[in-house]
């Protein structure tokens, strides 16, 4: 059994797979861009997840260490005995006395499911699947095929619509002085998620540190994100680095593959050159509004980039979309850092869709 997922999703494949209680392994290989995962199966039920090139920040260690299962130092430890003979680092962490089996078990589950679910947002790559007579050994709480089905589609559906929200992973939010402790903790309409994401949330942690720290998957953290969002209980308040979506792209939504990667590289150097520029140095330049738009001192042109590109970030949280001009994006609350910029701001070209935007300055063409 095996094809291109472009013609049966993995969705139809793992309901092949269950209905007919196979055993065997499953492999799905997106290609370069993307990872290989490797299922077993045992009777239908899912029993062990590989994956080639895993995410580092999937790694059970650092897992483990990011929610304050063990210490850094703890985690060192078991790394370098695990080196020595070989032995499954759960293993060594539990035979170490620093962590129970049980809490390992669960975050081998988790990384387990990390790994399976955004299969069913692959569109491309193939999958084969081999049978076997003798099942791998397994390393996870076994998953039900019904159960893999109800949660995969369930979080096809509902991604877009979280996204809306939480489409950019360096935002950074605080909790709305209104809502007092006392009253968080009172609140019975508040998931567990909800309630371990609105305790960790202190101004100064991004996404990705929510994610890494709630020990409850990429998924949960951000719909609990969404959700305390558009509840008020929480309000973006800055954007640390460079403004990225979830997959890594930058917005530029009118920029075509070759522009990208050209547009990409000018603003590598953002975060180590642009981000100190202080209001005042573009003092020199509002009388001379012509000169910055032609100008090659692409220091300055990165900062005013940054500068918009984090305010509108800021605005998505808010509001769920991005505006529909630099203008209402500058009138906003979020705009505040784009005031001393009025005047270079009429040199860009600023175009939105909702849910992306194209930002570039007028006098430059895309390349592609």
């Known amino acids: 059994m095996e094809g291109a997922l472009f013609d049966t999703p993995v969705g139809s494949v ?3 797979l269950s209905r007919n209680r196979k055993s065997g392994r499953l492999v799905v ?28 920040r999937l790694l059970l260690g650092y897992m483990l260490s990011q929610t304050g299962a063990i210490s850094r130092d703890e985690l060192k430890l078991g790394l370098k005995a695990h080196k020595k003979d070989l032995r ?4 060594v962490l539990v035979a170490s006395g620093n962590i129970d089996a049980a809490d390992v078990q669960a975050m081998v589950d988790l990384q387990a499911r990390e790994a399976l679910y955004p299969l ?3 569109k491309e790559g193939r999958f084969k699947f081999d049978p076997l007579q003798t099942p791998a050994e397994g390393n996870i709480t076994p998953i039900k095929g019904d159960d893999v089905l109800l949660e995969g589609y369930k979080r096809l559906d509902e991604w877009p619509l979280i996204r809306a929200r939480v489409n950019n992973y360096r935002v950074v939010f605080r909790a709305v002085q209104s ?3 006392n009253e968080r903790s009172q609140s019975d309409d508040l998931t567990s998620s909800e309630a371990r994401v609105l305790g960790l949330v202190d101004a100064s942690r991004n996404v990705n540190e929510l994610v890494d720290r709630c020990g409850i998957g990429e998924f949960e953290t951000c719909k609990a994100i969404a959700s305390l ?4 209980y929480i309000k973006a308040v800055s954007v640390k680095g460079v403004v990225k979506d979830p997959r890594g792209h930058q917005h530029d939504g009118g920029f075509k593959l070759a522009g990208r990667i050209a547009w990409n ?4 150097g953002l975060v180590v050159a642009g981000i100190w520029l202080q209001p005042g140095d573009f003092k020199k330049w509002r009388d001379e509004a012509t000169v910055l738009a032609n100008t090659d001192d692409l220091r300055l042109k990165r900062h005013v980039l940054h500068r918009v590109r984090a305010s509108a970030a800021l605005y998505r949280a808010s509001q769920g979309r991005y505006p529909k001009s630099l203008t209402i994006l500058s009138n906003s609350e979020f705009g505040r850092a ?5 005047d270079a701001l009429k040199h860009l070209e600023y175009v939105s869709i909702g849910t992306d935007f194209s930002l570039r300055w007028k006098d430059e063409v895309p390349n592609g």
Request: proline residues 4%; aromatic residues 6%; neutral net charge.
């Open 14 to 16: 793992l309901e092949t």
């Open 29 to 56: 290989d997106g290609g370069r861009s993307l990872s290989k995962v490797t299922a077993h199966y045992n009777e239908g039920q899912i029993i062990r997840i590989d994956v080639d090139r895993r995410d580092p």
């Open 88 to 91: 499954r680092l759960g293993d």
């Open 120 to 122: 069913f947002e692959w």
């Open 179 to 181: 809502v007092s402790r």
């Open 229 to 232: 969002l558009t509840r008020g």
């Open 265 to 268: 590289v000018m603003l590598a």
């Open 338 to 342: 784009m005031k001393p910029l009025e």
